[in-house]
């Protein structure tokens, strides 16, 4: 639960790496680091989920997506909407619609809580793509980036690359640091005693299901970000973006990343996405060559990539 | 859907200010044939679905395509082309990824997809409005993209949802049908056909008694064939495509609907399907722009020679990669084999004014909305076949409301 | 509606439902009995879908191909126990999921390798192609009443073995306690192996029966795999009887649902869904943990 | 005499048809060891189960402090101050024996729905922590993952876990199976201590720790209460003693040694 | 004594995750023999159980049986060659009835073995209430029948070892009784039997053997007529 040194060297070096990735990256490979940045931050709210709370969700994609919707909905057709009213708009969406639906799934478990979160985010999906008003089945347009400004000061322009790439690093390490910090706080620790044992942690005293709920909203909330990025980025929603591919997708970077470590997402999303573009460049059959890798890794690498580091050096944290 | 074109600019100045960025590494430089002696290959970017459900259109458009440039010698403008294929997954979430390893990474000259309206239109936030490439598509027949969507740079070699419909109508009331009953998919494809293929039907004056929507990608139709043959209305008008289209018109005729109430759509509920829906499909009416049997010698060619080169037969897929290649070759030898930055405009206006005559659904030409005008044929299932009755509608055009380009 | 309307529907809504059961057979076992969640369910469903293409296109006869197609699921399923889920029964739910997504990719791509990627149509065969008078213009095939006699024997069968068998006493004894199983002298492994081929076979048996009414293609096991599941977890885990209940529950809700309330008939089997895992958290007629 | 501290009345369980604890009332009061023994079976744990609410009964109920807290969710009755340990080992096995602590004492510091502030910086839950594990003989082993103590030290660990949470009442389901002589005799003094200011319901089969702590003793066969009363009185009950060593009449009397 | 040990167990040591449990315990039971084992609750008897069964191996020491060594096999070939177990809490299986609790593992007597076998009728014979439920879902039945259950389920591997674990626990004195003499029965017909109990008394008469367990490790063997010879070894290990 504390950071020992070694990972501590190998965070500085990872941020050093995607910092400077814009300078010699190409373009299209730094707009890949971007997908797969926010790819990450999906990946890290799921894990709070799946790995620290103990609640395999299944419908993660929903709140993804949702966020998405939310920005192209709010923006207008000919001019740009403010950054920080998109951001609470996108925001209090995601947290409202997980509040709703986390109060009906934490009162379930197991395979149990898997079904009913896919269920409501099924039900959101079919409501998107079967109304014409939120585009349907083709989806959306956003047309226009937010503008982060104070007043008439232009604070910085998403519409440069650069400063977007910065952005959704900037929010990635945010939200990594926000997860940090809240599972090193009591509530985090509340969360993982849940995980490990949530009889006993009721049986201590904590009312468990709200705990569960909380982490739930946040969760949701955060998964809502990596969504509002990701509508900035492309520019495009579609109900794809809340499908159980999607939500299957971001539980498949978790599990292979390692649950239950911040960093194992992170680096499950830049394995699964550059290890998906790299197939698919070299090999008609990239599918089976996933598929091969995906099995492998299951039999002789338990606990995913992170599983890895663990074990490189002994007396890790956990 | 809504006029977005002045809202491009934004886009644009991302993407400008994208190539302006110092920093990243790619030059922006451009081999054509005048750099590197006539050798340097033309690079076509192919986004289709080569995986899932809609593989196997994915793959019938590449063979046309390809075909069609081979039947010109294998190179546009005289220079070799390289293919650069990706497979779409059909998936419009992946679609941006893919689209610009395409445009940024691999710098295609040319950008040919997709099968899937929502991947087209995620593809078209990434393209529209830049130099390069010229991206034309092959199938997805979503009606913004040459209407309120459409583009400088962003032709279609296909069909618009609406025009493979709109000759519907007329059909159904010359048959002497007053009600019609819609059947389809709750998709925005689904939508828009059935809307177009009610238009003029209403004109006419006929009622449509009620819309069935089926929840996409249910092929689960016994509840609503009941409510059908409930409501007894005149005739069908449904849209259903591959397993969907097969499985729609054997279960409709199975529940004996067939005989009583005779079944119309557009072409893709039988086209290439009738081999597996057999004795079902007897008599079904249906409208298109194109069908195996037309007897044309371009088509009796086009369709010997793809069978000789892919022991298959062609499908009107097939057919709308072959015009792909067409416009290909019309666009690079505007250009005399220049695909640069520069020769962009002057590929544009080619294509803008395209006539392709030698296709084998019949020729046809570019309108300005960049959707081509075309006949649509009236076709019905005989003997396993879709006979062609007739033109439904010659030179057909989409109204392309809204499309406004900036030339 | 009218009463024959209602009637109509009903019955439309039964056969539906008696299909749903069929095509999560394979899953009542596998996931519901020994408590694998297998995602490849509906990926082995496709894989016996082109079996029956593949097969009848050499045998000309349907009930040949599915002769011929059950030894050869049976065969894949127990290679696929053997190598790979074998090794997972003691670990975290979670490595399965992940282990059989991996399959999916793997055997859809074999799919793709062995058969393309073209839609394709089974025939009907001829004895069961025609179709019976219902009302005064609809009629019913006879395959269809077909397919639901055999989800009936489906049904009765996985109930005979499961419920009168010395197998299906080692399966529930192997569910309820794999000790004390174990302690009697039973191979829990190989019990183990034989109800993941059976599960994998029954799967693909349901794409091969299903294949003439269906038809062949691609990716067509993604939908089954997510009903399938929703069938298992309303009728509660480890139930064979919840399933079959859940599925015609599943059938009539979704029928009138499209029939009632079109504007969210997609909707309609999730809010079920959620409505009974609210009301009884381990699903109709699971046991409560 | 004052109403007792917790009460229960006709509490009754039923799994089925077996009835595993039958209308059993009970009333405990301020302080003291009272001592639960009974075979295997006679529904000891069920008792504490109910008693913490992890299982609610069939009919009757619970009484702490005069209030009802029949059917209350096991969190709500560990705040109102009933604590207790498992008769399997329930911990945390990833977590050290002081992060195990800190979240127990952490559930008596109001809300843990705190965000911010890193949890090793509260200086109270951490004292607090480190007090129970002096307390149970653990300190020296806290930074000690819980899955890497032996079975005694997680059977103190239990015993800690619960006292960091400040109970009054203390549900103790077997803590002293599998410790050792020295660990055994240091919890039976410890549980001496306890005695004083909280109310001990200990569940046991260790008969020297049982006759070394209790105050009062209680024996359950078969879901009822055979005998409730002074330890030695209780001893003396033959029936009490058949209970426990066996009637000796499994083959009919008379033909074996006694 | 001349005979080899039917099972022989020496040195086990045995752990659950990182607690050791068994510090090497040694047992021995001739064919034929009932060796009773005891101990306080959580000394090791049911672990002791466990590893000679391979339910949970030892990671030290050898279990042989017929001086095979078995060590390390899974459950099911060590019940297959003649250990059948009676476990502490029944196991039955709730969702079988009594008539397939006892079917689903019978096996037949191997053909040279000179004992009778215990078929189904035999086994009811020996318990006349289970022919009266024999379809019954096994959690239906009283603790008792539950017990009966337990043994004839054993009985029907025609087991050479029943391993009893706490057969008597929580039944009423009547019921003990004839669980008891069954007990025997079974003894009388040649079966070697290892019994856990806490009805010290009754052990004594009907056990050849006493073995008692204390952390772990065996503190007392010998006959069971020396142990009932001395009841301060009864208090100081296994009384109130």
New interface residues.
Partial sequence: ??ASPAPVLLHLIALALLAAF???????????AL?LMILALFALSLDLL?GYTGL?SFGHAAFFGLAGYVLAMITP??E?VSLWAALAACLAASAAAALVIGW?SV??????FI??T???A??LY??L??S?AFG????L?V???PVAAVGDWLLFDL????VFYYFVLATLLAGYALLT??L???????L??IR??E??????????PR?KL?SFVIAGTLAGLAGFLEAV????V?P??L????S?IV??VV??GG?GTLYGPVLGAFTFGLLR?GL?DVT?????F??????A???FL?GGIAGLIRRAPKGGS? | MTDTTRARPSRRRFLAGAAATGAIASTGFVPTRFAIGGQAPVKVGILLPYSGTYASLGEAITNGMKMRIEQAGGTLGGRPVEYIAIDSEASPPQAPRHTKKLVIKDQVDFLVGPVHSGVALAMAQVVAGRDKPIMIIPNAGANALTRGQCARNIFRASFSNWQTCYPCGQVMADDGHKTVVTMTWKYAAGNEIMAAGTELFKEFGGAVIKDIRVPFPDVEFQAHLSEIAALKPDAVLAFFSGGGAIKFVKDYAAAGLKDSIPLYGPGFLTEGLTEGQGAAAEGIKTTLHYARTLDTPVNRMFLEAYKKAYNKEADVFAVQGFDTGSLLLQAIDATEGDTGADASPAMIEALSAAEVPDSPRGPWRMSEAHNPIMDIYLRQVEGGVNKILGVASRDLEDPATGCKLDT | MDLAQFLVQALNGVQYGLLLFLVASGLTLIFGIMGIINLAHGAFYMIGAYLAYWLVGLTDNLFLAILLGIPIAVAVGLVIERLLIARLYDRDHLDQVLLTYGLILILNETQKILWGSDFHGVPVPEMLAGSVPLTENQAYPVYRLFISAVCLGVAAGMWLVIARTRLGMMIRAGASNREMTSALGINIGRVFAIVFALGVALAAFSGMIGAPVSSVYPGMGDRVLIISFVVVVIGGIGSVKGAFIGALLIGLADTFGRVLVPDFASMVIYALMALVLLWRPQGLFGRAP | MSAPLLKTYALTKRFGALVAVDAVDLAYDRSGVHAVIGPNGAGKTTLINLLSGDLPPSSGGVIFRGQAVTGAPPDRISRLGIGRSYQKTNLYPSLTAEQSCRLAARSRRGSAMRFFRPAHRDRQTGEAAVRALDMVGLAERRTVPCGALSHGEQRQLELAMILATKPDVLLLDEPLAGMGRDESDRIIALLGQLARDHTIILVEHDMDAVFAVADELTVMVQGRILDSGPPGRVRSNPAVQDAYLGAGDGLGAGDGPS | MSQTALLEAAGLHTYYGASHVLRGVDLTIRPGESVGLLGRNGMGKTTTIRSILGLTPPRRGKVTLDGRPVTGAPPHTIARRGVALVPEGRGIFPNLTVRENLTMGARPAPPDSPAEDWALDRVLTLFPPLGERLDTWGNLLSGGQQQMLSMGRALMTNPRLLILDEATEGLAPQVRNEIWSVVRAIKDAGIATLIVDKDLKTMLRVCDHCVILAKGQVVYAGPASALAADPEIHVRFLGI
């Fill in positions: 639960m504390t814009p300078w010699v990256g190409g373009e299209f490979y730094v707009d890949l997908t799946v395999v057709e000919t740009p009906f009162r379930t478990s197991g395979i149990y079904m009913i896919l269920a409501f099924q039900m079919y409501f793509s079967e014409p349907g089945s083709d989806g347009f047309n226009f980036r519409d440069d690359p650069m910090t809240i090193r706080a009591p509530f985090g620790q509340v993982q005693g490990i044992n009889g006993r942690t009721r049986a201590l005293g904590f009312p468990t705990y909380v980025h492309t520019g495009y579609s794809g973006h499908s159980w591919h999607e299957g539980l498949m599990i292979l649950r573009n698919q008609e059959h990239w599918i089976l996933m598929g091969l890798f995906i099995v890794l299951v039999l338990p956990q």
